[in-house]
């Protein structure tokens, strides 16, 4: 990982060659532009150096004794400490063998000798910039591991707190409402109607708050649970929720059609179910007092997508209402009119959001509701 310091400097410079006035050539070019310069005369001395504290840009050359650059370069690129530090070659020799040989070894570019001090300023400044700039990547990625890793973190405590709510909260609920329940059945004759009232209130309280925790927690886990998504089959999810929901159908009067044959798509079906619960609840509820649901169950099949709808005869909602209705906790009517917890079009959201598709609906007051989720096609 490149440090914060070479982030902030114009670039540190190491000057590899045997040859003194070379030495002095290159950092009397390279000082009047603000580099950090250091130079040394051979190549072990070079990777001693690099090792110890890593440059920007390593400036070598390649005919030297003892080691020549090619070596040392294939040195610094075997070193993980070191392998990512451009080196540019410096050289008399100046045939396309020993420009391969150079790139061969690892470099980043090639400077033949005698120099041109335009060429020389031009592939520093060039190779330093690509530097900076994977500088900046790698300080980036290494942010986004850290936020990746404090995510991680945050789900695991998240998981953690579902587990626990859905054992520490919803036992305690339960006892309440059976509690309740007993009190009802063998003491409610000894109250008077308002002790009555009262011990009612605290069942049906206890009983919206069990319905409110399942929902939260319903909805945390279509958020993390991880699945497959595979070819799923609408008419098999439509029919499992009808049986899933028969009792609550038939108590309603509900009028169901269901459009024979409903296509593929492609999705996850226990995400399927639960969008389609919902949406089927959420049409049987909203009705006019007095009045039994009527639904239909269909599908439209486009090239790529399938429009799966849930069209009801209920009450209705008006245009401004429309985009409030998918967020949680939003609620249009009363519970004493209508009850539930406000978070059943969440879920269908978040289900179709995190099955590639997204959500909607189309409503008149007084004249009914298509809800629909659009699903790529398996």
Request: hydrophobic share 40%; with cysteine; aromatic share 6%.
């Amino acid at each position: 990982m490149t440090s914060a310091r070479n982030l902030r400097t114009t670039g540190d410079i190491l000057i590899v060659d045997d040859q003194p006035e070379n030495l002095q050539l290159l950092s009397d070019t390279l000082s009047r532009q603000s580099y950090e310069l250091r130079r040394v005369l051979s190549g072990q001395l070079a990777i001693q150096v690099a090792q110890f504290d890593p440059p920007d840009l390593i400036l070598l050359d390649i005919r030297m004794p003892d080691m020549d650059g090619y070596e040392v370069c294939r040195q610094l690129k075997a070193n993980q400490q070191t392998q990512n530090i451009p080196v540019i070659f410096l050289s008399a020799l100046d045939e396309p063998i020993d420009k391969v040989k150079a790139f061969d070894a690892g470099g980043a570019d090639y400077v033949s000798k005698p120099f041109q001090i335009p060429e020389v300023l031009a592939r520093v400044r060039h190779q330093l910039q690509i530097r900076q700039l994977q500088a900046q990547a790698e300080q980036h990625q290494q942010q986004l591991l850290e936020k990746a890793q404090a995510l991680e973190t945050a789900n695991q405590e998240l998981e953690f707190f579902s587990s626990s709510a859905s054992h520490d909260l919803t036992a305690p609920l339960r006892g309440l409402q059976s509690l309740s329940e007993v009190l009802i059945e063998d003491y409610g004759d000894r109250l008077d109607e308002l002790g009555q009232t009262y011990l009612h209130r605290i069942r049906s309280t206890a009983i919206e708050m069990d319905l409110l925790l399942k929902t939260l927690l319903d909805y945390s886990r279509m958020s993390r649970t991880e699945f497959s998504v595979g070819p799923v089959s609408l008419q098999a999810v439509v029919n499992k929720t009808l049986q899933a929901l028969r009792s609550t159908i038939e108590s309603s009067g509900a009028d169901i059609e269901v459009q024979p044959d409903l296509p593929m798509v492609t999705g996850f079906s226990l995400i399927l179910e639960r969008i389609a619960s919902n949406l089927l609840n959420n049409a049987l509820k909203y009705v006019e007092p007095g009045s039994s649901p009527r639904v239909y169950i269909g599908a439209e099949k486009h090239q790529q997508t399938v429009r799966w709808f849930f069209q009801d005869s209920g009450i209705g909602i008006s245009e401004e209402d429309q985009s409030r209705i998918f967020k949680p906790f939003e609620r249009l009517h009363g519970r004493e009119s209508y009850p539930g917890t406000g978070f059943g079009l969440a879920i269908v959201q978040r289900g179709a959001i995190r099955l590639g598709g997204r959500c909607g609906v189309n409503s008149t007051i007084a004249q009914g509701s298509r809800f629909w989720v659009e699903l790529p096609a398996s």
